[in-house]
């Protein structure tokens, strides 16, 4: 395929509630939407970095100056074969995982489209639904307590606390007291040191399934250390930047689950790298979330419907971040199970009238 065009099209979405973690309190969604157009079809791709760089070091300026000035001129320049190959071709450009996978996505969806296949297909995805957890931002504890009752209800296969420390012990405490064998789990976001052995050991007694990201956003070997001293198994997030990263974190076991976020990662090839990796050596993954719009939330579904991800991932019902989503096709899990959009490709197209509403710049790149 040839490419003719990409499009950088920024939208701002605002959540339903303020999400608040370890690194900081959103309001909304800045999502990078990229479009690229080729033969008459459209593909899309959304990228996760955000205008600051709080999850990780990259940002949206950054991201639109490369995907303008590198990734999408180098693109229109060559044929594309496969989209397996896109981001091999842009390792000239050290880093930026985000920025290349918002790119190499769209690449993917508009290649099924293309085919006439949805995206599942191309990745060897059997299922046509997935399961899935919900992930809670911190809230005070009664509210928290109540919203775990609410997923509990609504079916939803597992629960994640952001905690960070001060706010952990007394939380899960309460939601434990209520909900003493529920599927449960706890996302620090990096927000503790090995000095905190204290509060780690009594974040240990809680039958927690896993505990996501306790320590450093790029670390390796302290987290190695703390699997060392904990019952519950460790799961990385931020320090999991390409299948190297998660190679040396298996080796080094500084995990035994794996998050796997398309965007952190450096996109769908790396995905599945990492994903014949994690199954060869039967560690368990699960599909991340970054709040994404429909269109990276498609993705994510799509993507978890490869065989090794067992473990629920955190694509809930667009519903419980949005009050409206720039999708046309609604995103909603049934009992803790999301089903995979059928059409080709990632299977959703964009709501044209509201996206424009919420769009805050547009640029198109031709070749
Ligand atoms: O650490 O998993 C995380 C959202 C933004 C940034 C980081 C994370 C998250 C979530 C939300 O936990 C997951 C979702 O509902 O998409
Ligand atoms: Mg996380």
């Keep these: ?84 190959e896109v981001v091999a ?47 809670l931002g911190m809230n005070p504890i009664a ?37 003493p064998d529920i599927e449960l789990t706890v996302d620090a976001n990096s927000a503790y040191t090995l000095e905190m052995m204290d509060l780690l050991h009594q974040i240990d007694e809680f039958g927690l399934h896993y505990i996501e990201q306790p320590l450093h956003w790029d670390d390796m070997l302290d987290h190695a250390t703390l699997a060392t001293k904990l019952r519950t198994e460790l799961c990385l997030d931020e320090s999991l930047t390409s299948p190297a990263r998660v190679r040396m974190a298996l080796d080094l076991k500084a995990c035994s689950v794996v998050n796997v976020k398309v965007g952190r990662v450096g996109g769908l090839q790396a995905v599945r790298e990492i994903h014949d990796l994690c199954v060869s050596r039967k560690v368990p993954m699960w599909c991340g979330g970054m709040l994404e719009s429909g269109i990276g939330r498609a993705h994510n579904i799509h993507i978890a419907t490869m065989p090794g991800f067992v473990f629920p991932g955190d694509t809930a019902s667009a519903s419980r971040t949005y009050a409206r989503d720039i999708t046309e096709q609604k995103l909603e899990a049934t009992n803790g199970v999301m089903p995979v959009p059928s059409g080709p490709g990632i299977g959703v197209t964009l709501d044209r009238d509201f996206v424009k509403e919420v769009t805050e710049s547009v640029e198109v790149i031709r070749r």
């Design 143 to 179: 509210q928290t307590v109540d919203s775990v009752a609410w997923h509990v209800e609504q079916g939803y296969k597992r629960v994640k606390l952001k905690i960070e420390p001060g706010w952990d012990v007394e939380l899960l405490a309460a939601v434990r007291a209520k909900f």
């Design 89 to 135: 071709r842009w390792v000239e450009w050290r880093g930026n995982p985000m920025a290349k996978t918002a790119l190499e996505l769209a690449v993917w969806d508009c290649y099924a489209r293309q085919q006439n296949v949805p995206l599942r297909k191309l990745l060897g995805g059997e299922r046509t639904d997935v399961p899935v957890g919900a992930s």
């Design 1 to 84: 395929m040839k490419i003719d065009e990409v499009e950088l099209r920024l939208v701002r979405l605002p959540y339903r509630a303020p999400f608040r973690t370890s690194f900081g309190e959103e309001s909304e969604k800045h999502a990078l939407i990229v479009t690229v157009r080729s033969d008459g079809v459209e593909g899309y791709g959304e990228g996760v970095m955000d205008p600051l760089p709080h999850y990780r070091e990259e940002c949206i300026p950054g991201a639109l100056h490369l995907l303008r000035n590198a990734f999408a001129p180098e693109l229109m320049s060559r044929v594309v074969d496969h989209p397996s």
